[in-house]
């Protein structure tokens, strides 16, 4: 089992960044891929990001490419997610996940970080 915890969400003004990080427990974290899903209200959760657990295949959804990077410290069992550039569109409650080798879901989940971006 994998317990997840997010970090560093906040407000922050358009065109800003921030840095979310998502720290894991366990010793098998280097076997997973994750990813930093995004929930804004009255809206489905979306992939925003995904990263391959050797850190080499990543994915974005259309909206966030270019503005943000994903990337993982497996020797930190923490995953990151940077966001430049950022949009009143990207406010959403963000949480990172974790899919073990051979799964095609995401089975672990953190408890989430909000993110608000102010025009």
């Known amino acids: 089992q994998v317990q997840l915890v997010e970090s560093g969400g906040g407000l922050m003004q358009a065109g800003g960044s921030l840095r979310l990080s998502c720290a894991a427990s366990?010793?098998?974290?280097?076997?997973?891929?994750m990813g930093w899903f995004r929930q804004a209200p009255g809206k489905e959760r979306e992939l925003v990001a995904s990263i391959s657990w050797s850190g080499t295949v990543t994915y974005y959804a259309d909206s966030v490419k270019g503005r943000f990077t994903i990337s993982r410290d497996n020797a930190k069992n923490t995953v990151y997610l940077q966001m430049n550039s950022l949009k009143p569109e990207d406010t959403a409650v963000y949480s990172c996940?974790?899919?073990?080798?051979?799964?095609?879901?995401?089975?672990?989940w953190g408890q989430g970080t909000q993110v608000t971006v102010s025009s």
């Open positions: 996940a974790a899919r073990p080798r051979g799964a095609t879901t995401f089975i672990y």
């Open positions: 366990g010793r098998t974290f280097s076997s997973y891929a």
